[in-house]
């Protein structure tokens, strides 16, 4: 998935840093609703389409996980050499096709030219997908496949980078035209890219926290500093641990339900976790196995 949010905090360090004194004059605050979370809790999301199903960010693993009866895909997006918006979360196309090299350095019309089940071996171990027409999507393709479906993205592109530089205003433009405002969440890696799209969006569009506000949060909850916790995103999308750090407890997800935030995890693959997670409240699980979330969820 690539939500690497490093939430390693030297906690006590930073409550010892925030003046006692504001307790008195802060209150919290609830982030606005927005569409994109309404109806149903808790929504399965096939995290890159389900990658132990089919190949990952394919159009083979989202047709599958829609028949399932997901809510959603959790995937990630990248920009080519000519600037389109693709389904794919590594730098570099080695590990998944049967090409070599970076995305950036690729039009999308020569993307399509490898093989996106090259490497995938099934549960069994085949290599089921091999040479069966698999191709690198677009985030259009995407959205017009899927309409009945929430397309959770995450802009891989470094803010440093020139595919960066263009990834906010490319990702805003496209969800413009297509009408998808409803329907999609926004996030990051990268605090700086969320605030970019968010210049484009003025708020139209739910956001995920990127690395510094999901520290923050969690930061100011286990130091008793909660109150002034003044949240910039509309879900939290985290581990259920980072490192030897828990950040699966009942009391955390509380603490951001009780401010209109939304808490997925990811990526959760076994039932007794996601059984655990969502006894405790949580609105999402993203999992590369949405068959087995959603039979968990029908025996609910």
Known sequence: MGKKTNIGLAVAASGAAIWAGSKIASKPVQRPDKKYFEGEKPRIFAHRGGADLAPENSMAAFKHAAELGVDGFE????????????????RFIDRTTDG????????????????????YRDMQGSQSYRGKGEKIVTLK?????????????????????????LMPSKVWRLIEKLGVE??????????????????????????????????????????????????????????????VIPLDSQSFI???????????????????????????????????????????????
């Open 182 to 243: 409803d329907r999609v969440l926004v996030t990051s890696f990268f605090d700086e890219q969320i605030d970019r799209f968010s210049l484009y969006a003025q708020d139209r569009v739910a956001i995920g926290a990127g690395e510094t506000e999901a520290r923050k949060a969690f930061s100011l909850f286990k130091s008793g500093f909660g109150h002034l916790y003044h949240p910039r995103a509309d879900a939290l999308q985290i581990p259920t641990k980072y490192g």
């Open 75 to 90: 995937v990630d997006v990248r920009l080519t050499k000519d600037e389109q918006l693709v389904v794919f979360h590594d």
């Open 141 to 165: 393709e995407l959205f017009e496949a899927f309409p009945d479906h929430y397309i959770n993205l995450d802009m891989k592109e470094d803010p440093d980078t020139y595919e960066g530089s």
């Open 254 to 300: 509380e603490f951001l339900t009780s401010l209109n935030i939304h808490v997925e995890y990811w990526t959760v693959n076994d039932v007794e976790t996601m059984d655990r997670l969502l006894r405790y409240g949580a609105h999402g699980i993203i999992t590369d196995r949405p068959d087995i979330a959603l039979q968990l969820l029908s025996h609910e």
């Open 100 to 119: 070599a090299g970076r995305i950036a350095d690729y039009t999308l019309e020569e993307l399509k030219e490898f093989d996106l089940g090259f490497h």
